[in-house]
Structures are given as structure tokens and as C-alpha cells.
């Protein structure tokens, strides 16, 4: 009887240890693939702002300026208008602002394009996680794919890529004008009209076609904004 008594006491508490020990070996797990995960979010994120650099950086072909270190960077800062409608030719892309002809080849922007899909996806998965990482989108110039939208070199886009590969440029276009938009200058804002002005308030569906439903929501609040401005 003396045998069962003890049994008795002692089993709660050999269950109660072999819960704790699981309990430890449970947090200790879940503790290591988190940081497996944010190892391999970082890891994401680093290769993606090392490609987004390495092909902002391309060096591109400025015609009649062959000396020139112009790089898709410097295109798409280029705020002069687009005054030429822009040829295909040998898979290259030719558009013209003001005195300077650039030459876009068409696979650097098919890379471009795709880094910019990853770079929107990574921006929704942000949105929803305690990690803190910056793209490097995210600490440029937000103007810095508007210029992408000019309608006369837009046409020529739509002819070479399909809308799936185009509509990250319009959503980051977008969205990154109306995350600065108290920052942006009166001049910035300018800048801004002129390029949508051409689409047109109807016109705008163009650019909408890009856009999921709730994306549309970012097209609507700076469709709002410009006219209010």
C-alpha cells in the first residue's frame, strides 16, 4: 500500500516535469526557426536592393554622347518631357528628353521590371511583419519611377511588355508619390500633374488596368490630391 501511495504522489509530478521539459524544447524550437526566418528575410531583402542597385547602375548608351556614365538611374531622373515618341530597333527602346537620346535596351528593363515586382511584394509582406529592414526603394528619390508613366514613351512600353510585367511600375509610381506627398515640393507637384494631365480624367482608367481593386484606391487618392491642388 505504502508502494501505491507513493505512485501516487509521484506521478503528477513526473508528468509536470515532462510537460516543462517540452514546453522548453517547444519555445527553444520556435525560437530558432524564427530566426531562420528573419535570416532568410534578410537575406531576400539584401539580394533584392543588391540587384535593384546593380541595375539602377547599368551603364545605358546616350546617343551622340558616347563618353557619357549616363545609367538607367540618371534616365529616370531626367525630368525633361518626353518629345519623341521613342522606335523600337535591335530590341532597344530610343526615347528622346529634350537634347539628350537615350538607348534602353529591352532585357535591362525586363530585369528592372521584375526586381520591381519583388520589391512591391516584399513592400505588402512589410506591411505585416515586426521586421524593420529598408528597401532601398524606400530611401530614394519618390519621384523616381514617375517618370516611367510619361504617356509618349508609356505607348512604347505597352508594345514591348506584357501588363503583368508593367504593373508593378504603375503601383510603385504611385504609391510612392502619395506616401511623400506632404514632403514634396510645390515644384515636385508640378511635375506630377504634368505627367498625369496628358492621361486625362478619363484617361486615368489606362493606368487603372495595372492596379488590382484595392490598389486603385492609390490612384484614387492622388487623383484627389491633384485636383485639390
Known amino acids: 500500500m505504502a508502494f501505491i501511495d507513493l505512485m501516487i ?5 513526473f508528468y509536470l516535469v515532462v510537460f516543462f521539459i517540452f514546453f ?18 534578410i537575406v531576400i531583402i539584401n539580394t533584392i536592393n543588391q540587384t535593384y ?30 518629345i519623341y515618341h521613342g522606335k523600337i530597333a535591335d530590341d532597344d527602346l530610343v526615347i528622346d528628353k529634350e537634347q539628350k537620346q537615350y538607348t534602353l ?17 516584399m513592400m505588402v509582406r512589410k506591411r505585416h511583419s515586426h521586421r524593420q529592414l529598408s528597401l532601398m526603394i524606400e530611401t530614394q528619390d519618390p519621384l523616381l519611377f514617375l517618370s516611367l508613366l510619361d504617356k509618349n514613351q508609356w505607348n512604347e512600353y505597352e508594345r514591348l511588355f506584357t501588363n503583368k510585367q508593367l ?36 484617361g486615368m482608367e489606362k493606368l487603372a488596368v495595372y492596379l488590382t481593386r484595392r490598389e486603385r484606391r492609390q490612384l484614387v487618392r492622388l487623383e484627389k490630391r491633384l485636383r485639390n491642388h
Request: net charge neutral.
Open 24 to 41: 522548453l524544447l517547444m519555445i527553444l524550437m520556435l525560437r530558432k526557426l524564427r530566426q531562420l526566418t528573419d535570416y532568410k528575410y
Open 105 to 121: 535596351p529591352k532585357p535591362l528593363l525586363e530585369q528592372f521590371f521584375y526586381v520591381l515586382s519583388q520589391v512591391k511584394t
Open 9 to 13: 504522489e509521484e506521478v503528477p509530478v
Open 167 to 202: 504593373m508593378p511600375v504603375v503601383y510603385l509610381a504611385i504609391k510612392q508619390v502619395n506616401d511623400a506627398w506632404d514632403d514634396l515640393s510645390v515644384t515636385d507637384r508640378l511635375y506630377v500633374r504634368n505627367i498625369l494631365k496628358d492621361y486625362g480624367r478619363s
Open 53 to 82: 542597385q546593380t541595375i539602377l547602375t547599368t551603364p545605358i548608351t546616350v546617343i551622340d554622347d558616347q563618353a557619357s556614365k549616363t545609367s538607367l538611374q540618371h534616365y529616370l531622373l531626367d525630368r525633361q518631357p518626353v
